[in-house]
């Protein structure tokens, strides 16, 4: 009995644990809806989703939002967005209802809507900014008229189940709770008004529950060692390595094999890593009072470009960053005091977009580092990054061991002092 309550606690632990990310502890997207005017059989209601993350986006092919009525409830309409699926709508002979299932699918409209379809802060199909990247375009929203759902806030009853793919699996979406109503403030900012009723939903990423491998992968070299830390063997898993692509392959030149998918699905280059996106970490040059480091990234994915990407590196000496070059740069202070992660970004309209696999799939940066004295060394890999992560998602690191270390010129002198003086005591004594 004992065995099994300790393995529900643990089991517990995990499942809390896996949904908090320690570089961004407050990280989350709240969809927010907010009640603005009954109707006959419902009400019409505006529904925003703020991505509160740091350094986490939703990417191309956009966000998926559903859920499930806790009633019989219909979609009579839609401005900004659109239900996947109609359902059975048989039931209704004059108006026909722009959704009857009772788990409704949607999705933001693409670019380029017409005028009287649009929404504002909609129609970027599904593109959502981290708040810590761009906080201006951190926001969705859509509205919908909603019927057969009651017409006061005491017989309107609360949507479950709620689902968000951003565009993938890995967010976890809690209850809805009736929160204080939203105030607006008129176009003038003289006169407030507020929401008839609001309820919120937040919802949490965990990677684990995005992909059972990582999405990345990290190298190492360094100007004082000839050696080159690859990415590890099958870092991203081997499991579509029979159906990868060799970079001089004829099947590349097939008019549509790199266009996107629907489900996403990668065509990857034939690596040893087999990894979508390689961050390659060079340390360059050596100052007196400061130091250079290069940073690659590059894509390996003949389908995906990736637009806003962001790139996170955690190392004890970004609190004294001095320059950055062609890349935006902000530091993530989760902890106060304690400053040693940052956040890397394209620069807009030069390099905010990754191209696919190819002459062209990969971004440079250099950065420049103050030596803090007490803590700067280049041994025992002190030089290189603890954790990175490109899109919010982990890389995977080469093992310590293999790290492009100093060489140890100290103990070669030493022998080599030693020898000479025993040579010379063999020389005059016998």
Request: charged share 15%; proline share 7%.
């Amino acid at each position: 009995m004992k065995i099994f309550i300790l393995t529900c606690v643990f089991l517990v632990i995990c499942s809390l644990s896996a949904a908090f990310d320690p570089l961004d502890p407050t990280g989350n997207i709240t969809v927010k809806w907010d009640i603005m005017s009954w109707t006959a059989d419902g009400y019409v209601a505006t529904v925003t989703m703020n991505n509160f993350q740091m350094y986490r986006h939703i990417q191309t092919p956009g966000w998926t939002l559903g859920w499930t009525w806790a009633k019989k409830e219909v979609i009579w309409s839609m401005v900004g967005a659109q239900a996947t699926e109609q359902g059975d709508c048989s039931k209704f002979k004059a108006n026909v209802p722009h959704c009857c299932k009772k788990n409704p699918t949607v999705v933001d409209l693409l670019p380029g809507v017409p005028y009287n379809q649009q929404f504002s802060n909609c129609c970027k199909g599904g593109v959502v900014a981290a708040w810590g990247q761009d906080p201006s375009t951190s926001v969705s929203a859509f509205q919908v008229s909603v019927g057969m759902a009651g017409t006061t806030n005491k017989t309107v009853k609360l949507p479950k189940n709620f689902t968000l793919l951003g565009p993938g699996p890995g967010y976890t979406c809690g209850p809805a709770k009736v929160v204080p109503s939203t105030t607006f403030l008129t176009p003038d900012r003289r006169r407030k008004t507020q929401a008839l009723m609001t309820w919120n939903v937040t919802c949490t990423y965990s990677q684990f529950l995005a992909s059972k491998h990582p999405s990345c992968c990290v190298s190492f070299s360094s100007f004082y060692n000839e050696t080159i830390t690859p990415c590890p063997n099958c870092a991203c898993g081997c499991e579509n390595k029979n159906k990868c692509v060799k970079s001089d392959s004829k099947l590349l030149s097939v008019v549509g094999v790199n266009t996107p998918r629907k489900d996403n699905s990668p065509l990857l280059q034939c690596t040893r890593h087999m990894c979508p996106v390689r961050v390659h970490w060079h340390v360059k040059q050596n100052y007196k009072d400061y130091w250079r480091a290069k940073v690659a990234i590059t894509n390996f994915n003949y389908r995906m470009n990736y637009t806003q990407w962001t790139l996170v590196v955690q190392h004890p000496n970004l609190n004294n960053v001095t320059q950055v070059f062609s890349f935006d740069y902000k530091p993530l202070v989760p902890y106060g005091s304690i400053n040693d992660t940052g956040m890397f970004y394209g620069m807009k309209f030069f390099n905010d977009l990754l191209m696919e696999a190819g002459p062209t799939g990969n971004v440079q940066s250099e950065v420049l580092l103050q030596k803090d004295q007490n803590t700067f060394t280049f041994k025992q890999g002190w030089a290189f990054p603890r954790k990175v992560y490109f899109n919010g998602e982990e890389c995977m690191l080469p093992p310590p061991e293999s790290y492009p270390f100093l060489p140890n010129s100290g103990h070669e002198t030493r022998v080599g002092v030693l020898t000479l003086l025993v040579s010379l005591v063999m020389f005059i004594f016998f």
